[in-house]
């Protein structure tokens, strides 16, 4: 739970620099926001393992396709990165290319999640043609 508070409190001594840097030099700023970006997504994995390994047990428990759950992760690192890579074109100034970005990674989990709805229309078409 603290880390919470350290990625918070680097957050915004992060933001009083960049904004006190900005002035001088616009490129060091941007980089200064992507160096504390960084280090709070790798402090993020810490807590992403757990989550893993809840996933391994409900796929054993529930006798759920390790592929299907593979799917859900990539498209959630997939959202993530997209997200936190948009927000830095934003602060850079290309909200534009941001945004194209976000775009991108919502088809790319599209794509990603065409066997899952395979199986969902497979479903439905054993469920009605046994009716």
Not at 34 to 50: E, G
Not at 66 to 84: F, H, P, R, V, Y
Not at 107 to 127: A, F, K, T
Request: aromatic share 4%; with cysteine; charged share 10%.
């Amino acid at each position: 739970m603290e880390i919470i508070f350290k990625a918070a409190a680097c957050a915004l001594i992060s933001v009083i620099l960049s904004m006190v840097i900005s002035t001088h030099n616009k490129e060091m700023s941007l980089l200064l926001t992507a160096a504390v970006c960084c280090m709070i997504a790798i402090a993020m994995l810490t807590y992403l393992r757990p989550s893993l390994d809840f996933f391994h047990k409900l796929s054993i428990i529930g006798n759920i396709n390790q592929d299907m759950l593979n799917i859900l992760l990539k498209s959630t690192g997939i959202a993530i990165l997209a997200e936190l890579v948009g927000l830095i074109c934003t602060d850079a100034g290309n909200s534009t290319l941001g945004k194209v970005l976000q775009l991108l990674a919502a088809v790319v989990i599209l794509w990603l999640s065409l066997p899952l709805l395979n199986q969902m229309m497979d479903l439905l078409d054993s469920i009605i043609g046994s009716v």
